[in-house]
């Protein structure tokens, strides 16, 4: 099965974060891309680049932003192929972002 493994940002993650250790952060990621079962991976651009769009009464709405507001922002993701859930958890929990104030949700994706 296939797995959605999300990636929820903490905008406070980097403060007092200083450019090396940044850097290892984003290796941690860079190392995941390979890691067997990963069919795929994006970081996502600054929440200040979302728009949300809606339609209400046939309409278009848009917001500039991610919506609705959260503490964590989504910053990107994986698609884990493995065998259970508990392999993509145990996937997701060595994302920087599980234990840097983030969050890392897995979902499992329909399969068509």
Same mark, same amino acid.
């Given at each position: 099965?296939?797995? &959605?493994? !999300?990636?929820?940002?903490?905008? #406070?993650?980097? @403060?007092?974060?200083? @450019? #090396?250790?940044?850097? =290892?952060?984003?290796? @941690?990621? !860079?190392? !995941?891309?390979? %890691?067997?079962?990963?069919?795929?991976? &994006? *970081? /996502?651009?600054?929440? %200040?680049? %979302?728009?949300?769009?809606?339609?209400?009464?046939?309409?278009? /709405?848009?917001? #500039?932003?991610?919506?609705?507001?959260?503490? $964590?922002?989504?910053?990107?993701?994986?698609?884990? $192929? %493995?065998?259970?859930? #508990?392999?993509?958890?145990?996937? &997701?929990?060595? !994302?920087? =972002?599980?234990?840097?104030?983030?969050?890392?949700?897995?979902?499992?994706?329909? *399969?068509?």
């Amino acid at each position: 099965m296939k797995y &959605a493994v !999300l990636i929820y940002g903490s905008p #406070d993650a980097f @403060e007092g974060m200083g @450019e #090396d250790e940044r850097q =290892a952060m984003y290796g @941690e990621y !860079l190392d !995941l891309i390979g %890691a067997p079962g990963v069919r795929g991976s &994006a *970081q /996502l651009q600054p929440v %200040a680049t %979302a728009v949300t769009v809606r339609v209400r009464d046939g309409k278009m /709405l848009t917001t #500039d932003g991610p919506f609705p507001e959260m503490k $964590e922002y989504f910053a990107g993701f994986y698609i884990f $192929e %493995a065998e259970s859930r #508990d392999a993509a958890v145990e996937f &997701a929990v060595r !994302l920087p =972002a599980a234990r840097m104030g983030g969050a890392v949700e897995v979902r499992p994706i329909v *399969q068509t």
